[in-house]
């Protein structure tokens, strides 16, 4: 689950019990306990507010709810809110916010089949800093002998270049061996924070680079070097073909 949750406040309303009384004011006994007492139902489904946004643009794929087998997008209100309609679908749902710039927030959120009122969810995101103006790219080559280079699966099963995309939307993808880790990222001085919490284990969740120079780039965690891509080799494909 993503972590980097600062504030949640979850407001339910009326879900208790309804009983029926007669005229003395005791049990009838024929009440539904399952529908709670107030003038309207509404269908399931919950409202997301957002604080700390900032100057974020945020898409219409980047709050999205997920319930069994059924997901769906949230959809952006006049008054700043998200509303997640669930389509009449109840029970324990998860809500994704994924926003460029800041870390991504999973959480669990119960939708009852009858309530008064939708759920009020208030989430506060944690920036990770402003993406690169420009798309950009890094490498690492693990086999020197360019020919060996080129033919490195067909020879050792295994890619010649580990690489590191960092778009300029704040998207990221870094490969070390042959498994994709998607994400986000952001910089903050010399300091590239990239969050993947869908990564594979080959890299942190949280990876952090040191930027040493205009065309180098290390890794805190592992110490590994990589250099800037200047041909424009790896970048316009992860960027701009859907790659991360």
Wanted: glycine share 12%.
């Amino acid at each position: 689950m993503f972590h980097r949750l600062a504030a949640l406040l979850v407001l339910a309303a009326c879900t208790g019990g309804a009983s029926d009384k007669d005229d003395t004011g005791g049990e009838t006994g024929g009440g539904d306990t399952d529908t709670p007492e107030c003038d309207e139902i509404v269908p399931p489904g919950f409202d997301v507010w957002l604080t700390g946004v900032g100057d974020a643009v945020i898409g219409p794929e980047d709050v999205r709810w997920n319930l069994g087998d059924t997901s769906g997008y949230c959809s952006l209100e006049s008054d700043g809110r998200f509303h997640c309609d669930t389509g009449g679908a109840s029970g324990a749902a998860e809500l994704f916010i994924n926003i460029s710039g800041a870390h991504p927030v999973s959480l669990a959120v119960e939708i009852e089949e009858f309530a008064c009122l939708f759920p009020q969810i208030l989430v506060t995101l944690e920036h990770i800093g402003a993406a690169f103006a420009e798309d950009r790219a890094y490498f690492i080559q693990w086999i020197e002998d360019e020919e060996e280079c080129a033919n490195s699966w067909e020879l050792y099963f295994m890619n010649c270049y580990a690489t590191a995309v960092f778009c300029a939307d704040g998207d990221a993808e870094v490969i070390l061996s042959d498994i994709i880790n998607s994400g986000i990222y952001g910089t903050d001085g010399f300091t590239i924070t990239g969050s993947f919490p869908d990564g594979s284990g080959e890299i942190a969740d949280d990876e952090t680079f040191a930027i040493e120079s205009e065309t180098t780039i290390r890794d805190t965690t592992n110490g590994l070097e990589w250099t800037l891509d200047t041909e424009g080799r790896f970048a316009p494909y992860v960027c701009r073909e859907g790659g991360a």
